[in-house]
């Protein structure tokens, strides 16, 4: 299985803050990775998709980047609607994996 | 815009078989670039993806789960179905369905809003 190991578990950050979360693939994955917001009773939102592509009605202060075996999502500025969880997922190899999670909290 | 919706028993006794349906509106589920997923969320193992169909009926599992999963679909009432066989409590998570495909860049897109299942006696 492709391990996705995501960073950091938690994060404390004030609204304006830019923030970044990483995952790192165990073996490379080419752009094969979406990144989600999940907030709590809802289910996962897709942010990004492709590692870099925003999906459509996403706000532009998020953005993906990486390729391979690293990869990071940015919040240029951080809102109050951002507080929530974070997850990426890679699905370039069966089974599909999802990090661990980074939950932002506010500061 | 598609839509999905969970739905089952929110409680199974151990050992039992866990039964769920996901029916789709806004999509035929007949375009072969399209795959309907199993994804399930517990506070102990985050998010775990359990298996996908294809309408040719042809499906991929999580070989952590293989052996007591099985997904099905029904095209023409649009719903596919997930039966996990043999339950414990450690399958007591949320499950979701969810889409992905050629046309959303392969990642899950749409997602129903999942259905919380216990396993308990």
């Known amino acids: 299985d492709i391990q996705m190991t995501q960073s950091p578990s938690s994060l404390s950050a004030s609204v304006g803050d830019r923030v970044t979360i990483t995952c790192r693939a165990s073996?490379?994955?080419?752009?094969?990775l979406g990144w989600y917001q999940q907030k709590p009773g809802k289910a996962p939102k897709r942010l990004i998709y492709?590692?870099?592509t925003l999906q459509s009605g996403v706000p532009s202060r998020f953005s993906g980047s990486g390729s391979g075996t690293e990869f990071t999502l940015t919040i240029s500025s951080l809102q109050p609607e951002d507080f929530a969880t974070y997850y990426c997922?890679?699905?370039?190899?069966?089974?599909?994996?999802f990090g661990g999670g980074t939950k932002v909290e506010i500061k | 815009q598609v839509q999905l919706q969970e739905s089952g028993p929110g409680l199974v006794k151990p050992s039992q078989t866990l039964s769920l349906t996901c029916s789709v509106s806004?999509?035929?589920?007949?375009?072969?670039?399209?795959?309907w997923n199993w994804i399930r969320q517990s506070a102990g193992k985050g998010l775990e993806w359990i298996g996908q169909?294809?309408?040719?009926?042809?499906?991929n599992y999580n070989p952590s789960l293989k052996s007591r999963v099985t997904i099905s679909a029904d095209l023409s009432r649009k719903q596919f179905s997930l039966i996990l066989n043999s339950v414990t409590d450690t399958d007591t998570a949320v499950y979701y369905c969810?889409?992905?495909?050629?046309?959303?860049?392969?990642?899950?897109?749409?997602w129903g809003q999942g259905v919380l299942v216990t396993v308990s006696s």
């Open positions: 969810a889409r992905r495909g050629r046309r959303g860049g392969w990642s899950f897109d749409f």
């Open positions: 806004g999509d035929s589920m007949t375009n072969d670039a399209d795959r």
């Open positions: 169909i294809e309408a040719s009926g042809y499906t």
């Open positions: 073996q490379g994955i080419r752009n094969d």
């Open positions: 492709a590692a870099s």
């Open positions: 997922l890679q699905h370039n190899a069966f089974p599909l994996t």
